[in-house]
Each structure stands twice: as C-alpha cells, then as structure tokens.
C-alpha cells in the first residue's frame, strides 16, 4: 500500500494520524480510526501517494475510502499526488484524464496537492488542485542559487522539445540562466522520430535537460547524441522518473541524472539521484 496518512493541528502541527489503512479478508480497502484525535481542535488530515504508481486503482480507492472518512467526521482533507495519473491521456479515446479527474473530484477532496503535472489539460480538470512547479525543486537541489551558489553547478538549460520549453524557461529563470531549444524531427511519411537537433551550445560549460517525464529515455539519449557533448556535461532532470525499458543506458550519455521519489523506477538506473518531494507538498497545504 502505498498510502501514507499523517494528522495536523493548526499551522503545520504533526500529532498522531487519526487513521490508518487495512482490507477486508475479501479484499475491501478500509480506513479505521487509530487515534480519535476529536479533542484536539480543527484538524487537516493529510493522504499523500509515496513512491508512486500514483495511478494504481487500489491507491484511488483507499483514497477515497480516507476521503469520506475525513469528511465524515468534519476535518479538512488533502491529498498529496505528486505524480497525478491520467494527464499524458489529456485527449482522444479514451479521454484519460478527465477519467481520472472525476474519480478524484469523485471524492470531495478540500486540497489535492500535485507536482509538475504533465499535461495543463488535466490541471483545468481537477478541482481544487495546487501544483508545485519543478522550478524551485531544480534550483535548490540541482543548480544552485546564484546568489549562493557560485558558481552554479550547470551553465544553461535545455528544453527537449517545444512541449518542454515553458517548463525549461521557468527553470532558467529561477536559476537566472540561458535555455537553449532542441528539436525532434520525424519523417513526415511514416510519423517516426527520425533526428533530434540543438541550439548550438558553448564550447564550454555543463548543461541540464529538464523535462516532466522520462519513461525509456529514447528522446533524451537522442538529443544528447546531437549535442555532440561528452556526458560529463550533460545532466538531465525529470520530475518523474518511470525509467522502464532502455533507460538505464541514460547513464552513457548524461554524467548526473536526477529525478524525484513522485514515481518507483521500474529499471534501476545506475547514479540516479533523487529528490524528496514532501517538504515542497507539504509547503503549500492550505
């Protein structure tokens, strides 16, 4: 179970969870009340989605098992979704993201809490929803702050793809560096990838890919291939790390590669680094 609940009184007060996760012998998922907790003010109860898989259906419904529960007895509810399901499903048939929107909006949820959602589609579909954006996390774990850090550990940043260019400037901004724009280009008769290029780059320096989602890591090792870089100065940030397939061949092309605990690696990469997600999810709880 990848369900972690904890209790909060007034600003940022931790005391005992008020409850805890079980299943029936049939299978149920269930919450019951581990502590009443009932005299000890307005509480907010907090579900968070650890070590992800944050689309798993059993998760979803001990979500909301916790949800009816927490409104049941008149506390305030978050939820903690660092990977938020469904939003690279944000058009065609099936229409995922909005499935996945309306079973969270399912649950009356007074906050949902998410981080770097993939697709701006399904953050007009959750209710209630506070994204925490990639920006900040990059600057204080990865590149440093100029007015702290010099010098910073990389000399620019580069976007992927025009999908990843918003995200790739906000980082730079924060970090008050360069971003240079790579392309993927595709053969027009079949739709396949059929090159990547790059901005030229300086002669020297080191240089963070960032993007939201790596799952085999085709595109990524692409794009470092036309850099024409050595992987000592490349790195590559993405928010949530699936790493299925090929990815663990990342590390013969990106000297650093970091990501975040929003998503259990289904390969191990070899140096991966990774970034605790809860002191930023739970900095913004309302």
């Given at each position: 179970?990848?369900?972690?609940?904890?209790?909060?009184?007034?600003?940022?007060?931790?005391?005992?969870?008020?409850?805890?996760?079980?299943?029936?012998?049939?299978?149920?998922?269930?919450?019951?009340?581990?502590?009443?907790?009932?005299?000890?003010?307005?509480?907010?109860?907090?579900?968070?989605?650890?070590?992800?898989?944050?689309?798993?259906?059993?998760?979803?419904?001990?979500?909301?098992?916790?949800?009816?529960?927490?409104?049941?007895?008149?506390?305030?509810?978050?939820?903690?979704?660092?990977?938020?399901?469904?939003?690279?499903?944000?058009?065609?048939?099936?229409?995922?993201?909005?499935?996945?929107?309306?079973?969270?909006?399912?649950?009356?949820?007074?906050?949902?809490?998410?981080?770097?959602?993939?697709?701006?589609?399904?953050?007009?579909?959750?209710?209630?929803?506070?994204?925490?954006?990639?920006?900040?996390?990059?600057?204080n774990a990865v590149v440093g702050r100029r007015d702290r850090d010099v010098p910073q550990r990389y000399d620019g940043i580069i976007a992927p793809d025009k999908g990843a260019v918003a995200r790739a400037t906000a980082v730079a901004d924060a970090c008050h560096?360069?971003?240079?724009?790579?392309?993927?280009?595709?053969?027009?008769?079949?739709?396949?990838?059929?090159?990547?290029?790059?901005?030229?780059?300086?002669?020297?320096?080191?240089?963070?890919?960032?993007?939201?989602?790596?799952?085999?890591?085709?595109?990524?090792?692409?794009?470092?291939?036309?850099?024409?870089?050595?992987?000592?100065?490349?790195?590559?940030?993405?928010?949530?790390?699936?790493?299925?397939?090929?990815?663990?061949?990342?590390?013969?092309?990106?000297?650093?590669?970091?990501?975040?605990?929003?998503?259990?690696?289904?390969t191990e990469v070899a140096g991966l680094t990774t970034v605790h997600l809860m002191p930023y999810l739970t900095g913004v709880i309302k």
């Amino acid at each position: 179970m990848a369900l972690e609940l904890s209790t909060r009184i007034g600003p940022g007060h931790v005391t005992t969870p008020t409850f805890a996760t079980m299943h029936f012998p049939a299978g149920e998922a269930h919450v019951k009340v581990a502590d009443d907790n009932a005299d000890k003010g307005p509480l907010t109860e907090v579900a968070t989605i650890v070590g992800a898989q944050g689309s798993m259906a059993d998760d979803l419904v001990m979500l909301g098992m916790w949800a009816d529960a927490v409104r049941q007895r008149g506390s305030k509810s978050v939820a903690c979704i660092p990977y938020l399901p469904g939003a690279r499903q944000d058009r065609g048939l099936p229409f995922g993201a909005k499935v996945y929107a309306d079973i969270l909006n399912g649950f009356h949820i007074d906050q949902v809490v998410a981080f770097d959602p993939h697709s701006p589609v399904i953050v007009g579909l959750v209710e209630r929803l506070t994204v925490v954006s990639s920006d900040r996390v990059i600057r204080n774990a990865v590149v440093g702050r100029r007015d702290r850090d010099v010098p910073q550990r990389y000399d620019g940043i580069i976007a992927p793809d025009k999908g990843a260019v918003a995200r790739a400037t906000a980082v730079a901004d924060a970090c008050h560096l360069p971003v240079f724009r790579a392309e993927k280009h595709r053969d027009e008769s079949t739709g396949k990838l059929s090159s990547f290029s790059c901005e030229p780059l300086p002669e020297t320096g080191r240089f963070l890919v960032v993007d939201d989602i790596c799952d085999g890591g085709g595109t990524f090792m692409g794009l470092a291939e036309s850099t024409g870089l050595p992987k000592e100065r490349l790195g590559l940030w993405v928010s949530h790390g699936v790493f299925s397939g090929r990815a663990p061949a990342l590390a013969e092309h990106f000297g650093e590669i970091v990501t975040t605990d929003s998503y259990t690696p289904q390969t191990e990469v070899a140096g991966l680094t990774t970034v605790h997600l809860m002191p930023y999810l739970t900095g913004v709880i309302k």
